[in-house]
């Protein structure tokens, strides 16, 4: 039977395929991250059961231990999927940099681990599950069970979601996830069984090297969420531009962005992170036996690498300079309606926070913040406020005939004034209330504007009580027609915004970097002394055995 495809049916079938193999990329990464936790697990409890029934025990207290611990890793997954999604954006953001950073450390420690025991790890549960039987106690294997199981399902949940998070399709990768769940559990049965045999070392040492890529990814991943959420902005510098080579939807987009986490526009903070990371857990752990230091040099190295960190630290806490902010004493400021210098506006000490506005050829006035609105911020992060003083204009006179009010008035009558019973002229007495409309950001000020209200209080010409009058004809008044210069508003825009970037950057190197290398130098520190008190203890037994051998030696024979 011959099938003849044509072009269309050639498309589709290279849609198809190409398509198929984006998603096997795509699955690669929780495949592998499920088959090595699960392999984990599978491998205990495969162990644990083929001891048992070769000794002749029931297995049912391991499986209620396996169990439980399945469920409650199922439950942990759940409810951290479910409040990561409950939170809003920012919060979301903050979330899964913290479990990309847990991912991370979980993982990290259990490719270590496995690097070290995977070649007495079956030795060391028979002797644990042994032990149990010996007690005849079916809690202790339930717990056995449950312990181990339980630990590697909560870091399977933890590292899964924030595979999860930063995976380009997530519905191959709950495939890939699953698939390797599965095939860890067929290897786990093959175990028990005894019809597969596999060397764990070398299969874990191999996969080491897939999940430490991963886990490098995942910092990645970690450090944008920071970013995101607002934690970190230091290091934010574009190192290089990937775009042209994994443009989504093609193979190296899926295997370099997908799989191991490398975004098309890595930061510099992101690129330190991910090399760090790499080379550190990878010379750790691949690191020749050969070529390692004998256990003393080794705690030697480790006791000078935490002195080394701590100096490092304390060196970039009281060193790295603090940025300042530098504010010019006098803002300038121009006429609203013609954009003209026309003064200046300064800060001035005295109680809560005042200004002294100066104007070309005129005297100073204060303006005086009210308290209850410094504590007003708005959403972008401003205290607006407005605050007032009055004056009395400079062409001010009096008395005014009735038709300058009329004038002032804006062609017409004032209410309440009769011309037959107060014909004029009128006692005159001027006030301009100037309101201002202001902004101040990180307790500088960035913006002002005036705005005038003329009054004229009438008295005389036969008017039992003054009367006020708003002279809406002067709609501008010299001394309450200035704001702040766009220019300088816009300067000061952009200094403060490099401020806060330089104070980001500031307390990453000079309080979280650290921060975080004291606890590296401490752990250095914890680890030397276990090694030093290890060796001491080697040596004590060593001396007590060349004491006994000693005295045998030269014990004489009896008679």
Known sequence: ?????????????????????????????????????????????GIIAAFLRKN????????????????????????LNLTENALPQARQEMMESIIGLV???FVTGMVMWMNNHAHNLKRQLETEAAEAISRS?????????????LKEGFETSVFLLATFSAAQSAVWAAVGAVLGLLVAVLVGWGIYVGGIRINLSRFFRLTGLFLILVAAGLIISALRSAHEAGWL??????IVDLSWLVTPGTVQSALITGVLGIPADPRLVEFAGWIIYIVVVAAMIYWPAHLKPAPKRAAQFTAVTGVGLMITALLLHFIYPAPEVEIPDQIPLVSRTSQQPVGHISSQPGAGKQFAVTLTGQAAETLVVPADQLSKVTTSGRQEWQASFSYEPADAHSPLTLDEVMAAYGNRIPVGLSPAQHPGPYDAKWTVNCSVDAAMARGVLVSAESHPATFITLSGSG?????TISARARTTEAGCDWQISPTYAQDIEQHLRDAV?????????AVILPSLFAILAFTCFFSASR?????????????????????STHQLPEK
């Open 1 to 45: 039977m011959f099938i003849i495809l044509t072009g269309s049916d050639t498309n589709n079938y290279y849609h198809f395929a190409f398509s198929t193999c984006l998603g096997a990329l795509y699955l690669l990464a929780t495949f592998i991250i499920a088959l090595r936790e699960g392999l984990e697990a599978a491998l205990i409890v």
């Open 56 to 79: 002749g025990r029931p297995l049912t207290a391991m499986w209620l231990g396996v169990g439980c611990a399945v469920i409650l890793s199922l439950a942990v997954g759940f409810v």
């Open 103 to 105: 991912a991370v450390f």
């Open 137 to 149: 106690s079916a809690l202790a294997l339930t717990s056995m069970a449950f312990l181990a199981v």
């Open 233 to 238: 902005n230091a290091g934010q510098q574009r």
């Open 463 to 467: 008017l039992q009580s003054p009367r």
């Open 501 to 509: 970037v330089a104070q980001d950057i500031w307390h990453f190197w």
């Open 531 to 551: 090694q030093f008190r290890r060796l001491k203890g080697v040596r004590a037994r060593g001396r007590s055995k060349q004491g006994l051998l000693d005295s």
